[in-house]
């Protein structure tokens, strides 16, 4: 059954701004030395201009060659200054924007890593990995290099046309006339410029789905020669990419050109009406001068601005792309973890347990069940009757809506990691290899095992025969390009980490069901070693496993239907009676 699509959520323009605020307030002497900084640089660069109009003032009364070359030296001395300011503006500016966009990449992981696993599995990882590399690194470059930037521009504008209203008012009033087109321009561009670029990110994060999806199935499309279906679902992903993208450079191409001409406009005035009220004995040439040099100055940091509220547009999406996530986690009503809960004993009980999707029905309906410690229990029932659910509820990947999973009288959802593992593992036919050495492998389930400990585990899978041979032994490296362990390889080590964290109770889900026979075998005689002394809770999808079970527990439509041992259930001729005889095609 396929569920509808779903996408992370995106963080509306509050929140986004929020966390903004709350990153520049973490690092506020930082971003308040940068600003210190950078309107120094700009008081002195607006010294050099003025300067230059007095002088062309003085030389036409007269004054003296001495009195030229001093102000020249100031002149070169504001210049120096306004370099070494900036440059040093920009280094705090840089340190503060990386400090940043270390902690936004820090909180992203964080929050990725506590995604519930229903949300990850229906967002796909497509979005995710887009979210984490593209829309992060966007995010981080402009609260690296916008900052600055726009610290640096902004002080320099402001300094800039106050400084042309002070030397001459008249030309000051003109060139803010002209300038006005420029708030006009970036206002049609900024109401429609976030949901193109909102647009553009889901577009980009489809298609980095698609390729993902391709690339990890590519088995499966060789083998059922899929290739033309998988070339044009990408090529439709190109296309919608393409289109999103081709919205967002037509409104580039409407803003630049007509802020251009906006700022070159002031020139063109200033010089015209200074040239006439000069010919009227108005103003004086110097002052013309200064404010034509101070406006020419001016189209550098509005350059720089316009680049960046284009910039920002873009990143701001991948912020909010970012911050999107920052909403679902920890969503499902998890039971504050809790240092000092012991569970006493290891019998797991299942109360009125209730679950349902992100934004779907229940597809866990009040789940009433004890299981007892050293118990086999096998769970059957038909195909999306909810036997994975609950496998993941009771290895606390994912929480009940409502009631509670617990062990020895404490809800696993309570439990610390190290500590869920020593009480329940679940074990499905994934069985990830980390990057990293068969050694690193083993002691994510338990980090303070030596090397004995690895080894014995391994032979308790009955994986010492490769792991012997392997060419540096437990610091082999494994993964995309290094060693590649093959499928029953991968699983005897998946199966040696559950030996290690050695938890009283295994859920197994799937763990053998679509196995080659041989491989199966050979899996099956390592779990057995697993599973021994231990609490089992299977997941059956062949019902031999039920029938060696201590109790079978039938599921259908949500709903724990039937629960007693196989022979009392066959004789009850109930749903599982039906099951066991279909399966093994006996007439009804
Ligand atoms: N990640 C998910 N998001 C939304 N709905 C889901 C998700 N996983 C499962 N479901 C739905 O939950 C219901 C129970 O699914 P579940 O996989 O638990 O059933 P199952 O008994 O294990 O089925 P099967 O034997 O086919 O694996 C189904 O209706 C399924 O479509």
């Known amino acids: 059954m396929s569920a509808p699509r779903f996408s992370l959520p995106v963080a509306d323009r509050a929140t986004v701004r929020r966390a903004a605020l709350e990153l520049v307030r973490t690092d506020r002497r930082a971003f308040a030395s940068a600003l210190v900084l950078n309107c120094l640089a700009a008081g002195a660069g607006i010294v050099g201009p003025w300067l230059l109009g007095r002088i062309v003032d003085d030389v036409r009364g007269g004054t003296s060659v001495t009195h030229v070359d001093r102000a020249a030296l100031v002149i070169l001395c504001c210049a120096v200054a306004q370099l070494l300011l900036l440059r040093w503006a920009r280094l705090v500016g840089h340190r503060f924007g990386e400090r940043v966009a270390a902690r936004v990449r820090d909180r992203f992981v964080d929050r990725a890593l506590g995604l519930p696993a229903s949300v990850v599995d229906r967002a796909g990882p497509g979005d995710l990995t887009n979210r984490g590399t593209n829309d992060v690194a966007a995010v981080a470059s402009a609260l690296r290099d916008a900052g600055p930037d726009v610290f640096v521009s902004a002080a320099q504008v402001v300094f800039l046309a106050g400084a042309v209203v002070v030397v ?45 999806a391709t690339a990890s199935g590519a088995r499966t499309v060789e083998a059922f020669r899929l290739q033309e279906q998988r070339i044009e679902a990408c090529e439709r992903g190109i296309r919608h990419s393409y ?51 101070y406006l020419r100055q001016l189209s550098g940091p509005l350059d720089t601005i316009l680049f960046w509220v284009e910039q920002l547009q873009s990143s701001g999406a991948s912020f909010a792309r970012v911050e999107g996530i920052g909403g679902l986690a920890g969503a499902p009503p998890r039971a504050p973890a809790c240092e000092e809960a012991v ?10 347990v209730h679950y349902a999707y992100e934004g779907g029905g229940d597809v866990v309906l009040g789940v009433d069940l004890t299981v007892r410690a050293g118990e086999r229990l096998a769970v059957v029932g038909p195909s999306g009757a909810g036997k994975t659910t609950l496998s993941k509820l009771l290895a606390a990947i994912d929480a009940p809506r409502t009631g509670t999973v617990d062990v020895g009288g404490v809800p696993v959802t309570a439990l610390a990691p190290e500590q869920l593992r020593r009480h329940i593992v679940l074990v499905t036919q994934e069985h990830h290899v980390f990057l990293g050495s068969v050694r690193d492998n083993l002691r994510i389930a338990a980090p303070e095992a030596d090397d004995a400990q690895l080894s014995a585990a391994l032979a308790a899978v009955g994986a010492d025969d490769w792991a012997d041979a392997l060419p540096q032994g437990l610091d082999t490296e494994l993964g995309a390009g290094a060693l590649h362990l093959e499928g029953p390889q ?14 009283h109770t295994v859920v197994l889900d799937e763990a053998t069901a679509l196995l080659d026979p041989t491989t199966a075998r050979h899996t099956e005689r390592a779990l057995a070693a697993v599973l021994h002394g231990r609490t089992v809770i299977a997941v059956a999808h062949r019902l031999h496993t039920a029938h060696d079970a201590d109790r079978v527990a039938v599921m259908e439509d949500g709903r724990l239907t039937e629960l007693g041992p196989h022979a009392e259930l066959v004789e009850a001729d109930g749903a599982y009676a039906a099951l066991w005889r279909s399966w093994h095609g006996t007439p009804t």
């Not at 006005?180 to 561009?189: F, M, N, T």
């Not at 289109?243 to 005035?269: E, G, I, K, Q």
């Not at 569970?343 to 009125?352: K, T």
């Not at 980490?497 to 050695?502: E, G, H």
Request: aromatic share 4%.
């Open 243 to 293: 289109r999103a993208r081709m919205r967002t450079l037509s409104l580039r191409s409407v803003l630049f050109p007509s802020v251009d001409f906006s700022y070159a406009l002031p020139v063109a005035a200033v010089l015209l009406v200074g040239g006439t009220l000069h010919a009227h004995g108005g103003v004086s040439l110097g002052a013309i001068v200064t404010c034509a040099l």
């Open 490 to 503: 991968a699983q005897q080590l998946a199966l040696a980490r559950v030996v290690l964290a050695d938890p």
């Open 168 to 212: 001459e008012p008249v030309l000051g009033l003109v060139s803010l006339c002209c300038l006005a087109g420029i708030p006009v321009a970036v206002r049609w561009y900024l109401r429609r410029a976030r949901a193109a670029y909102l647009a553009q990110g889901e577009a980009d994060s489809h298609l980095a789905e698609q390729l993902a």
């Open 343 to 352: 569970p006493c004993g290891d019998a797991i009980r299942l109360r009125s």
